[in-house]
């Protein structure tokens, strides 16, 4: 009886030892998950705004940009020569299309972090010691500091 006794306390202590780490890593990965959605949420419409800007630039610059008047040798006009905008057009047109990718990505981290906390949270065995003082053992509180074993089944009733 003593060693079925034994063999079950030390289960018991294996599995909520893993479901502890278990518990901690999944929120640990939620919190991770969150702090990347926060990030891509405030960033992806940063970028969005600078790749519209910098778009929006190269297309006016393009329509209604400085040309400089070309002339022969003679001093005869021959046309205008205007400096073409594309780079600052595609450059724009991806960071636009970056931005808003970032801010749609966003969606899927904060749907993971929210799964892997409501995974986290669900039933789990937990254990602890603490040092509880048992009056009137060995002759005095101040002296005597007993270790207690406690093993709690924790089940979540709400959200």
Do not use: C, W
């Amino acid at each position: 009886m003593k060693t079925l006794l034994s063999i079950l306390t030390l289960l018991s202590i294996t599995t909520s030892l893993f479901a502890q780490d278990s518990y901690d890593e999944l929120m640990s990965k939620s919190r991770r998950a969150r702090t990347t959605s926060t990030i891509f949420v405030a960033a992806g419409p940063v970028i969005a705004a600078g790749g519209i800007g910098t778009l929006i630039y190269g297309l006016v610059e393009n329509e209604l940009g400085d040309s400089v008047p070309i002339y022969d040798q003679n001093g005869n006009f021959i046309r205008y020569d205007t400096k073409q905008h594309t780079t600052e057009i595609v450059v724009g047109a991806a960071a636009a299309l970056t931005g808003i990718a970032l801010a749609l990505t966003s969606i899927h981290f904060s749907n993971k972090a929210s799964d892997l906390k409501r995974e986290a949270r669900k039933m789990k065995l937990k254990t602890s010691s603490d040092r509880i003082s048992i009056p009137g053992l060995q002759n005095g509180l101040a002296n005597n500091r007993t270790r207690q074993f406690k093993l709690s089944l924790v089940i979540p009733l709400g959200n």
